[in-house]
């Protein structure tokens, strides 16, 4: 705060030595992206300068950002965000990286530090979907639906692995169910901004690791999310654009015979779940928050109609013509060269063209 402005001009700065700066102007703030240190052991570093006060703020930085790149661009998408193509020897998919400046989710967690917030995250190449957000009482069978799509279409979709502080049920595996973790680490990764949302459901707290959905859409793959009301509403408010399917139950009666039926709870926990299951579904009907409700009373109807909200109802095998990071060239370096509407088009660093749109 208070430091003397460096001299730079909008775009890229390749100052002499290792270190290598871009400027991006969105609004009345620039915000200077630093690269220092070598190729293999570069990191990043952001500074914002207020030019209506002419000071200096270092922000809090959450997500996964981008490391040991030999030199990067910046263009500006919107007043949200900020497209940054680092220059490294891999495919294009670890080159693509979004800077949020300005999103619903900066501003909220700007409000709750009281600092000024940016947020990383990794692009994604090709026309990949939204994430399908699915929520609904315990017992309900949002398991049962999802475990159904992932063996129809294992290559469509990632199921986004949450972390849990309840227990493993018998046949659970760490890592592919939840990642069963303690609370104080859990609750260490939250204030370092690991995760993408969180809440304590039925006494235990889960949540959704950036990681987690950058694993699947890594893959590119469409990333489902299992999780209870509240991290829903965390979702909608935060800068990951989602489908939001809510699962209701035939009745009340029935949900208590599958949830017994399951076998997987004490009597206690089960009267927990139960008593909770009546307030997700008061919830479900906030305005704006579930795109879809699905009734899950025939398994079989239930799991159509899904397929049908996710636009796979013409019953196609998984033929896998979803993008896949094991089809892209590996390309060295990309320079941003023009915004047209929602697509920016990148320049190999080689004479042939090749495909490299970022999607927005
Ligand atoms: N907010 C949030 N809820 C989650 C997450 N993972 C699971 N849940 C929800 O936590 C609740 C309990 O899940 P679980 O213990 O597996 O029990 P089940 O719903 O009876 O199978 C369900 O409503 C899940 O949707 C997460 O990462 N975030
Ligand atoms: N449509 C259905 N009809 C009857 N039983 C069902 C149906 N859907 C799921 N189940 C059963 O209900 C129980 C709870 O389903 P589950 O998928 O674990 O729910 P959730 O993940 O929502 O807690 C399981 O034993 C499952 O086999």
Redesign the pocket.
């Known amino acids: 705060m208070g430091e003397e402005a460096p001299e730079f001009v909008n775009g890229e700065i390749n100052l002499e030595g290792k270190d290598f700066r871009t400027a991006t102007t969105v609004g009345h703030k620039t915000y200077l992206i630093s690269r220092s240190g070598d190729e293999s052991k570069s990191t990043i570093s952001i500074r914002i300068l207020d030019k209506s006060t002419q000071t200096w703020a270092v922000p809090t930085v959450l997500g996964t950002q981008p490391v040991n790149f030999e030199a990067h661009s910046a263009i500006l998408v919107n007043e949200n965000m900020i497209l940054v193509v680092v220059k490294k020897g891999a495919p294009l998919i670890e080159s693509i990286w979004f800077l949020e400046v300005n999103t619903s989710f900066v501003k909220q967690q700007s409000k709750i530090t009281g600092t000024e917030v940016v947020v990383w995250s990794k692009g994604v190449l090709g026309k990949s979907q939204k994430p399908v957000v699915i ?1 609904g009482p ?2 309900v069978g ?2 049962t639906l999802i475990a159904k799509l992932m063996k129809d279409f294992p290559s469509r979709f990632g199921f986004s692995v ?3 502080t ?1 227990a493993p049920r018998e046949k659970e595996i760490d890592g592919t169910h939840y990642h069963f973790t303690e609370r104080s680490k859990m609750e260490k990764e939250i204030s370092e901004g690991k995760f993408l ?3 304590h ?2 006494g235990n707290l ?3 690791s950036i990681e987690a959905v950058e694993a699947v859409t890594d893959e590119g793959k469409r990333c489902i999310l ?3 009301v ?2 829903a509403r965390s979702v909608r408010a935060s800068s990951l654009e989602a489908l939001f399917i809510f699962v209701c139950p035939p009745s009340f009666e029935e949900l208590e015979k599958r949830l017994r039926a399951r076998g997987t709870e004490a009597e206690e926990q089960i009267q927990k ?1 139960l008593r909770n299951a009546r307030a997700e579904l008061d919830q479900s009907n906030t305005p704006g928050l579930f795109d879809h409700f699905l009734v899950n009373d025939d398994l079989e109807t239930c799991y159509g109609n899904f397929k049908k909200l996710l636009l796979l109802d013409d019953g196609s095998a998984d033929s896998d013509d979803s993008y896949s990071t094991a089809d892209s060239k590996s390309t060295p370096s990309y320079t941003v060269l023009s915004k047209q509407d929602s697509e920016i088009l990148l320049q190999p660093e080689t004479h042939d063209v090749e495909k490299g749109i970022a999607s927005l």
Do not use: P
């Open positions: 929520s315990s017992g949002k398991g949450s972390h849990t309840r949302e969180f809440a459901v039925h889960y949540g959704t299992d999780i209870d509240q991290g779940r």
